[in-house]
């Protein structure tokens, strides 16, 4: 079942998924912000489970990639509940989260979720609380006031947009402020050069996790993507981790 396929939600919106059966956990790939499923990671991922024979499941949010509905109307708990349901539809036994920038953020919220399914959490180039630190003070208050917001994109021609109703339902799920209560392993890689997360956002994740077993990878020529094939291997190799 490795080809595109959709979930059904309850509401009618079809959600883009890959999945692939395979022993041990089953590793569950949270894109970043207005990505998707065919993203340079996850795509190598999945490829290296199918050639392992590990389970792995890779899906875009819905606005996203080849599901349906309108990026404007996306939300952190929308994805959340969207990423809980289709591991609730195709995932048995223990998970492991690899979340990328946004989806480092998402991945937190999801795992609240997952607590006892927890195998473990990747984060790669996370960026949870960005509402917070990555925004001005004039364009939160911009965003607070109902508008959108655009900023330069430089991974594509058109601005990146953030809506207001992203905004507004992320100022509910800040965790940066406080403990977090996930005890699961987890490993965080950061390039030390990324131009849209602050690695040390990556430090700060790992002082509020209640996990005693945190570790956090510093690439010292390593960009935000982290799609090199340098950074891929380091990331199979921080995949494998958990398998061996």
Same mark, same amino acid.
């Given at each position: 079942?490795?080809?595109?396929?959709?979930?059904?939600?309850?509401?009618?919106?079809?959600?883009?998924?890959?999945?692939?059966?395979?022993?041990?956990?089953?590793?569950?790939?949270?894109?970043?912000?207005?990505?998707?499923?065919?993203?340079?990671?996850?795509?190598?991922?999945?490829?290296?489970?199918?050639?392992?024979?590990?389970?792995?499941?890779?899906?875009?949010?819905?606005?996203?990639?080849?599901?349906?509905?309108?990026?404007?109307?996306?939300?952190?708990?929308?994805?959340?509940?969207?990423?809980?349901?289709?591991?609730?539809?195709?995932?048995?036994?223990?998970?492991?989260?690899?979340?990328?920038?946004?989806?480092?953020?998402?991945?937190?919220?999801?795992?609240?979720?997952?607590?006892?399914?927890?195998?473990?959490?990747?984060?790669?180039?996370?960026?949870?609380?960005?509402?917070?630190?990555?925004?001005?003070?004039?364009?939160?208050?911009?965003?607070?006031?109902?508008?959108?917001?655009?900023?330069?994109? +430089?991974?594509?021609?058109?601005?990146? +947009?953030?809506?207001?109703?992203?905004?507004?339902?992320?100022?509910?799920?800040?965790?940066?402020?406080?403990?977090?209560?996930?005890?699961?392993?987890?490993?965080?890689?950061?390039?030390?050069?990324?131009?849209?997360?602050?690695?040390?956002?990556?430090?700060?994740?790992?002082?509020?996790?209640?996990?005693?077993?945190?570790?956090?990878?510093?690439?010292?020529?390593?960009?935000?993507?982290?799609?090199?094939?340098?950074?891929?291997?380091?990331?199979?190799?921080?995949?494998?981790?958990?398998?061996?």
């Amino acid at each position: 079942m490795s080809e595109v396929m959709h979930h059904t939600l309850y509401d009618g919106r079809r959600i883009a998924f890959r999945y692939t059966h395979g022993s041990g956990p089953c590793l569950v790939f949270l894109p970043g912000y207005m990505s998707d499923l065919a993203g340079g990671k996850a795509t190598a991922l999945f490829a290296e489970a199918q050639e392992k024979g590990r389970a792995c499941l890779l899906l875009d949010y819905s606005g996203c990639g080849q599901s349906d509905g309108d990026f404007a109307d996306g939300m952190l708990s929308r994805w959340r509940d969207e990423v809980l349901a289709l591991v609730a539809s195709y995932v048995s036994g223990p998970v492991v989260l690899a979340g990328s920038s946004m989806g480092g953020w998402l991945m937190l919220l999801v795992a609240e979720h997952l607590r006892h399914r927890l195998a473990g959490l990747i984060g790669i180039a996370p960026a949870p609380d960005f509402t917070r630190w990555g925004y001005s003070e004039e364009q939160r208050a911009q965003l607070a006031a109902g508008e959108t917001i655009y900023e330069p994109n +430089p991974y594509g021609p058109e601005p990146t +947009p953030t809506h207001a109703g992203f905004f507004a339902d992320a100022e509910c799920h800040l965790r940066l402020e406080r403990q977090i209560d996930i005890t699961c392993p987890v490993r965080l890689i950061h390039g030390k050069r990324d131009a849209d997360v602050p690695w040390e956002i990556s430090l700060r994740l790992k002082a509020a996790l209640r996990s005693d077993d945190v570790q956090v990878t510093l690439v010292e020529d390593g960009d935000h993507r982290l799609s090199r094939e340098s950074d891929i291997a380091l990331l199979k190799a921080l995949v494998a981790g958990f398998y061996e």
